[in-house]
């Protein structure tokens, strides 16, 4: 289980960050990167001004900031990532002050699923954030409940090789309404998805609750699962709402 290492060095760290804010959700002003990294207006344009240098980051004649060539463009996804981040948190903080786990907000990529939000729990040992990664669908627990939710056909599209295992497993989250992943992605980490629908009924996110696999217990299980649908549900009814 990765989490972040105590010799870390700040810098670095934001400036990581930031190249995957902006490979992510696009163009943002230098404001905007204060406010997200949580750092001052100036170590924002000096974080900028390094990407630029480097190509991951090019200004733009409106003064805000998109990525450069260095990153390529992040897969589409089926709903803004801003906004989907934005209404979320809410949200994911409920789950962990439910939970006292850690919450992930998940989009589709391809086949794979990149996370876009992470709220954590103040428990010492926990998972940490992980925004900006990407996992296999196929693996992740907010991934495969995505999955489960797709047509089977396009799903298949996407495995054909391995394809008629992988429907029972499908199947079987379809039956209990949610996804385990017991250390596929991460060595020591287990966690519970759900997917997120658009009003049509299609997949468009997933929440995940990332917890220790030392802590995790199936007799949990219960008290976890009714927690993350209760922050799927509210999350789905704030986004149809949502400007």
Request: hydrophobic residues 45%; neutral net charge; aromatic residues 4%.
């Amino acid at each position: 289980m990765k989490n972040k290492p105590s010799y870390a060095i700040s810098s670095v760290d934001h400036a990581l960050q930031l190249a995957a804010l902006l490979q992510q959700e696009g163009a943002l002003r230098v404001t905007d990167v204060a406010d997200r990294l949580e750092v001052s207006v100036s170590t924002a344009h000096r974080l900028l001004a390094m990407l630029v240098y480097r190509d991951f980051a090019e200004q733009l004649p409106d003064r805000r900031y998109g990525p450069g060539k260095v990153l390529r463009p992040a897969p589409l996804t089926e709903a803004p990532v801003a906004l989907l981040r934005r209404v979320a948190l809410p949200h994911l903080r409920a789950l962990v002050d439910r939970t006292d786990e850690t919450a992930n907000l998940m989009v589709p990529a391809g086949d794979e699923v990149r996370i876009i939000a992470t709220v954590e729990c103040d428990q010492i040992l926990r998972v940490g954030d992980r925004v900006g990664r990407t996992l296999p669908a196929r693996f992740a627990s907010a991934g495969k409940a995505i999955l489960a939710a797709l047509p089977a056909e396009e799903v298949e599209s996407h495995y054909p090789d391995d394809y008629p295992s992988f429907a029972r497993e499908l199947a079987q989250i379809r039956r209990r309404g949610f996804a385990i992943n017991d250390q596929r992605t991460e060595t020591g980490l287990t966690a519970l998805g759900m997917a997120v629908r658009d009003p049509s009924g299609r997949p468009i996110a997933g929440i995940s609750l990332s917890i220790p696999t030392a802590r995790f217990i199936r007799d949990a299980l219960p008290t976890w699962t009714t927690a993350l649908s209760s922050a799927t549900t509210r999350l789905e009814a704030a986004l149809s709402s949502a400007d």
